[in-house]
């Protein structure tokens, strides 16, 4: 029995702080709160730069990105704001998604039953928008890096993987174009402590679980097999900045990640799978996913965008809020009934005792 038209199913995540380099374990990188991460994607979003075109060729200049972006879908940070409630703060943003496929609405009258299509200008393609809190502490107050999160679900829209591949990508381009470093004691060669500079990027994971094995309505389960990672045109030096001779070349470059070596565990195995994943996301990787059937052939694919939308339903906590009007995929501003309606589910302490 479909749920009513007034009712939305709102997805339940962790979003949590991290950093990464390339120093090593040796020199953890500092972690910000995600206040200040959140802060700094809206001031790219008043930049007009909050903005991540899915599958196009990535550039260091913006214009240039803009320009190899112009067909292929995208998602956005569309609106942000900060508001201070009795106990704690809420971030509320509002995601967009653009998808370059549809370009029609189809609607049927309901006493002919004559149908047809509604149909955009040329530069028009269909969207759709999804809500995201966030639960922040008040300032003083003590942050452990993980906030409850709230997600607005829309099908075949704003996926919870695009919302965390845009925030990770938005945040790399930040750290990366302000040049953040960090310092640390090290040794030289001569055995005295010397400082020295390291470079690192900020991260903001949206966290839930990732399943092994995929099945269909017609196949039996799959189960994966192995993930290669490939980057086109990758660029590498053939010194350190400190050698005499230093060149540098450009390879395509291939890593593939045998499910053998994954933890027996199964929990630890779908953390173990999705921080590979999205750590080579990071990076700029296309990920390629084998799988082996219960007959013993081996398939490979992208997992497509409405799959990524069906696992949150799987792997995530679910709620579903009433809304006095009925629910829309597409806002262009933000609703304050279902901000209210998020707000309420982040402090519901019982929801997140399964949650992390």
Request: net charge positive; hydrophobic share 35%.
């Amino acid at each position: 029995m479909a749920a009513p038209v007034n009712e939305r199913l709102i997805i339940l995540n962790h979003l949590v702080s991290r950093s990464s380099s390339h120093a090593g374990q040796e020199h953890a990188p500092p972690i910000h709160g995600a206040e200040e991460l959140l802060r700094i994607l809206d001031m790219r979003r008043s930049r007009g730069e909050a903005i991540e075109y899915l599958g196009a060729t990535d550039h260091e200049d913006e214009k240039i990105r803009k320009e190899n972006g112009f067909r292929h879908d995208f998602v956005r940070l569309k609106h942000f704001n900060i508001t201070q409630g009795e106990f704690c703060k809420y971030a509320v943003m509002l995601f967009e998604h653009a998808d370059q496929t549809q370009k029609t609405f189809p609607v049927i009258h309901r006493r002919n039953l004559a149908g047809r299509e509604l149909s955009g200008d040329e530069e028009e393609v269909g969207a759709s928008t999804a809500h995201v809190v966030v639960r922040l502490p008040n300032d003083g107050d003590y942050d452990d890096g993980s906030y409850r999160c709230a997600i607005e679900h829309v099908h075949s829209g704003v996926s919870r993987k695009l919302i965390s591949t845009l925030m990770r990508r938005q945040l790399r381009r930040h750290a990366r174009n302000e040049i953040w470093t960090f310092e640390k004691f090290i040794k030289n060669k001569k055995g005295k402590p010397e400082i020295k500079k390291y470079r690192y990027s900020p991260k903001l994971d949206l966290l839930a679980d990732v399943a092994r094995a995929l099945a269909d309505g017609t196949a039996s389960a799959k189960v994966l097999t192995s993930m290669t990672f490939t980057k086109r045109s990758e660029r590498r030096a053939t010194g350190r900045e400190t050698s005499v001779k230093h060149a540098e070349y450009e390879a395509d470059v291939a890593i593939k990640v045998a499910m053998t070596q994954a933890p027996k565990d199964s929990t630890e195995r779908r953390t173990w799978v999705q921080r590979i994943r999205d750590e080579f996301d990071q990076l700029g990787y296309t990920s390629q996913l084998y799988y082996r059937s219960a007959g013993g052939s081996e398939m490979r694919g992208k997992v497509h965008q409405d799959v990524e939308g069906a696992a949150d339903l799987l792997l995530c906590p679910k709620e579903i809020i009433s809304l006095s009007s009925p629910a829309r995929r597409w806002r262009d501003d933000m609703c304050d009934e279902m901000v209210a309606a998020l707000r309420e589910l982040v402090d519901r302490d019982e929801l997140w005792t399964r949650v992390g």
